[in-house]
T-cell receptor
């Protein structure tokens, strides 16, 4: 079985500061890794994903995440956050075959202050 | 291309009633998954459907059921509603089973049970 741990339930940060949202996972099988973002009263939007290959993946809005197999981590980073990045961020895993089922972490609320 | 649509967006029911939620996947997508999101339990997997067959089921009581039609549209039903069923119900679609890497979420149906 797979599981996901997001240790930080809330991360407050000032605008233009760097941020890291932590995600650790456990799985006995090959998995895909994802970060989703949820704005208030909306569904989930895929931010970025790791399937295979390069361990560093980037999104179009400046976020990046690095897959670390030895530490079973997939931390999300952004060098300079904006007010508009305020949202809930979810880390998720899925088995890489035969299912679309996602296992989510408990989420991290990123609050960006001016 | 239109995204995943869910109807209704908001719903208020009383305890003991039943409810049916609908999900229309992206055109051409054949796999549909459902999730329940609550403040206490987070995002939990309900079901996964592909080719009108339930392929995977989460750990929910039998009051929760679903189905998928030949056009890939899906419905989920909750009978004998309880206060704890109040949640945001999210639907996601992907082009094929095992395509979690290209899975898109709808805006959700907010169910309130009074």
């Amino acid at each position: 079985a797979q599981s996901v741990t997001q240790l930080d339930s809330q991360v407050p940060v000032f605008e233009e500061a760097p941020v890291e949202l932590r995600c650790n996972y456990s799985s006995s099988v090959s998995v895909y890794l994802f970060w989703y973002v949820q704005y208030p009263n909306q569904g989930l939007q895929l931010l970025l994903k790791y399937l295979s290959g390069s361990t560093l993946v980037e999104s179009i809005n400046g976020f990046e995440a690095e897959f670390n197999k030895s530490q079973t981590s997939f931390h999300l980073r952004k060098p300079s956050v904006h007010i508009s990045d305020t949202a809930e961020y979810f880390c998720a895993v899925s088995r890489s075959y035969n299912t679309d089922k996602l296992i989510f972490g408990t989420g991290t609320r990123l609050q960006v202050f001016p | 291309k239109a995204g995943v649509t869910q109807t209704p967006r908001y719903l208020i029911k009383t305890r003991g009633q039943q409810v049916t939620l609908s999900c229309s996947p992206i055109s051409g997508h054949r796999s549909v998954s459902w999730y329940q999101q609550t403040p206490g339990q987070g995002l939990q997997f309900l079901f996964e459907y592909f080719s009108e067959t339930q392929r995977n089921k989460g750990n929910f009581p039998g009051r929760f059921s679903g189905r998928q039609f030949s056009n890939s549209r899906s419905e989920m039903n909750v009978s004998t509603l309880e206060l704890g069923d109040s949640a945001l119900y999210l639907c996601a679609s992907s082009i094929d089973r095992g395509s979690s890497y290209e899975q898109y979420f709808g805006p959700g149906t907010r169910l309130t049970v009074t």
